[in-house]
């Protein structure tokens, strides 16, 4: 979730300690599409991975450039703190354009994270469109990690074409692992893809969904979120069991610049995550 107030803070981090510039040094670059490349990082001043909640971000800092928001992709259990990032941008052009032993700033973790408790003995959804994977694959990664917690783990994603799809070299993983299945789909296929094709909605049938015990976290384009939230309600899921991450122009990270308002909230402090019924008014209003 690219270039998207008061922050969530983690009882382990003082605000003092989010708002503080950490030095990240690249380990790991890796190509996801011709312009989206996945950057693994070792930080310094004592901090890890597991500092990060899933469905948090950090701004990322250029130095002498500037700072953009990215969502944290890598789990708590894993090494290195992963982030996924598009070109866009003047910040982000140049954040693709890391190598190995470069370094950047980092700032965070700023927003409020996947409520993973509220989904423990629920099937769980994790329905993402594009680059609304990486806020979801720590959630992927922490659920596949600890089967027994849920009552299956569903994996649905689409992007535009399957040269758009990121973590390819996940998907046998994800979808082996026990009580996990993945389903893919795109846009518009090519000779050479024999999936899906087709929005994300049309993978819903074929999930198995039990709407009765399901909770759906969801993140992608908000037209995307829109029509997997009626088409989770007309396979029984409660909008109480919705999860969305919103994406929008944020910058300061602290709800105090304003570029990420919605109605009375900033996505940035009382968010990126919502439960569905909060923002459900800011949603279009035809058909939800």
Known sequence: ???????WLGSRLSSQMLNRLTR???SGVIKETPDTYTLLFDLGGGRSPADFEPGQFNMLYV??????PISVASARGERSLMHTVRSVGKVTSLLTKLEAGESIGVRGPFGRPWPLADAEGKQLLLIAGGLGLPPLRPVIEEALAAPDRFRGVRIIYGARTPADLIYGR???RWGATRGGSLLLTVDRGTNEWSGNVGVVTTLFKKAGIDGRRAVAFIC???LMIKYSILELQRQGVSEGSMFVSMERNMSCGVGTCGHCQLGPLFICRDGPVFAYPRVKKY???EGI
Do not use: H, N, T
Request: hydrophobic share 30%.
């Open 1 to 7: 979730m690219l270039e998207e107030g008061r922050s």
């Open 24 to 26: 990240a040094v690249v």
């Open 63 to 68: 130095y002498g450039v500037g700072e953009v």
């Open 170 to 172: 996940e998907y046998q």
């Open 220 to 222: 992608g384009p908000e």
């Open 283 to 285: 949603f279009p209003r």
